[in-house]
């Protein structure tokens, strides 16, 4: 079973710190990551920054499409290169047959806000309790949704074709 997992955090640059912590999880089995991305909104700032971190992912990876829909989704601007007009919809409902509903994009909308980060990762094979104390310094918060293997084939099925 894959799953999308949200980490937010209370700074503009806990994400970017974490994927070193996150490289440290795979490096020793503890996660298998498929994709990953973070976001780093700065305080005053209208939009936040994205980055897809392909350094820790492998050949199995998402790509922009779909994180920057995602993102596009959540911040309402287009990230990543992926163009969101008036396709959002169609797409938005791709998402929900996928496992990715609204409750969750309008969740991270609310948390991820100027001055806070977060970063965001397709994993699986995850050893949850040592993910969580490899993160607690930083004491980030994990918003997540659980996502079965038809639900993480049907993204990458509904992704693969906008590379």
């Not at 969101?84 to 948390?111: H, K, Q, W, Y």
């Not at 050893?127 to 038809?150: C, H, W, Y």
């Amino acid at each position: 079973m894959g799953t999308l997992t949200v980490w937010k955090f209370d700074t503009p640059d806990g994400a970017d710190e974490a994927t070193g912590v996150l490289r440290d999880l795979a490096s020793k089995n503890l996660i298998t990551i498929h994709d990953a991305a973070t976001v780093r909104w700065e305080t005053g700032k209208k939009k936040p920054k994205t980055r897809q971190l392909n350094n820790l992912t492998g050949a199995g990876a998402l790509g922009g499409a779909f994180w920057g829909m995602l993102f596009g989704l959540i911040f309402f601007v287009p990230l990543l290169g992926a163009a969101i007009g008036a396709a959002t919809g169609a797409l938005a409902g791709s998402l929900g047959d996928v496992g990715i509903d609204d409750g969750f994009i309008n969740r991270v909308r609310d948390e991820v806000t100027p001055g806070t980060s977060a970063l965001f990762v397709m994993s699986s094979d995850a050893v949850m309790d040592k993910v969580r104390d490899a993160f607690a310094g930083s004491q980030p918060e994990l918003i997540f949704t659980n996502l079965s293997d038809e639900q993480e084939s049907a993204i990458r099925e509904v992704f693969a074709e906008q590379d």
